[in-house]
């Protein structure tokens, strides 16, 4: 079975921290994507990555970052967070390029910042 | 750009019924793949049924079916005999497969909280 671990299930921040939200997956997939989940909203894509050191902007990518150094971690960066950010945040990881291709979830972050 | 919209903010049934949830897209594309997902209470989501558009017949799993209808653009996900483990958020999502730019994103409907009575 695919495992898709993120790092913190609930995260409490203050306005203006940088935050680190991490993503591990086991299975050797090339694809992994952050998203932000939101009530009336669903799920909005902030970042993706097909591939080590390389990303690519999503719907929503203002206020965020992320980094890919190796394969199966993934990570988000909120560089100076704000109250409007507070959110629940979805990773998710596929193997290859292909439409048909299913995504595997982690658990999700829900984060605060007061 | 695609959209896909869950009209059904919140579905309830009684276990052993069945229950479709709604989900309407909009595409000029010809080529794409349709999802529902299920996100049980605190839990990771996961995949319920896939649809290839270009297949005219409707997927099925086990008690999960879908009523796929191109011209329309509807793609609603029926769930016959309910068990109080099919209460969940479900989203239903879509991706095209046209390849180049649009490849990667999935474009997620706003959700249907499906609540299943004892």
């Known amino acids: 079975d695919v495992k898709v671990t993120q790092s913190s299930r609930y995260l409490v921040k203050r306005t203006g921290e940088k935050v680190f939200l991490e993503c591990v997956q086991d299975?050797?997939?090339?694809?992994m994507f952050w998203y932000r989940q939101d009530p009336g909203l669903g799920l909005r894509l902030i970042y993706f990555s097909y591939d080590v050191k390389m990303k690519e902007k999503g719907d929503i990518p203002e206020g965020y970052s992320v980094s890919r150094e190796k394969k199966e971690r993934f990570s988000l960066i909120l560089e100076s967070a704000s109250t409007n950010q507070t959110s629940m945040y979805l990773c998710?990881?596929?193997?290859?390029?292909?439409?048909?291709?299913?995504?595997?979830f982690g658990a999700g972050t829900r984060l605060s910042v007061l | 750009a695609q959209t896909v919209t869950q009209s059904q903010p919140e579905m309830s049934v009684q276990e052993a019924e069945t229950v479709t949830l709604s989900c309407t897209y909009d595409?000029?594309?010809?080529?794409?793949?349709l999802f529902w997902y299920k996100q049980p209470p605190s839990r990771q989501m996961i995949l319920v049924i896939r649809?290839?558009?270009?297949?005219?017949q409707n997927a099925t799993e086990n008690r999960f079916s879908v009523n796929f209808q191109k011209a329309a653009k509807s793609f609603s996900l029926k769930i016959s005999d309910s068990q109080l483990g099919d209460a969940a958020m479900y989203f239903c999502?879509?991706?095209?497969?046209?390849?180049?730019?649009?490849?990667?994103?999935?474009?997620f409907g706003q959700g249907t909280i499906l609540t299943v009575h004892p």
């Open positions: 595409t000029s594309e010809s080529d794409y793949y």
């Open positions: 998710a990881t596929e193997s290859g390029r292909v439409a048909k291709n299913i995504q595997y």
């Open positions: 999502a879509y991706r095209s497969d046209a390849g180049g730019t649009s490849y990667g994103k999935l474009t």
């Open positions: 649809q290839e558009a270009y297949k005219q």
């Open positions: 299975m050797d997939h090339e694809n």
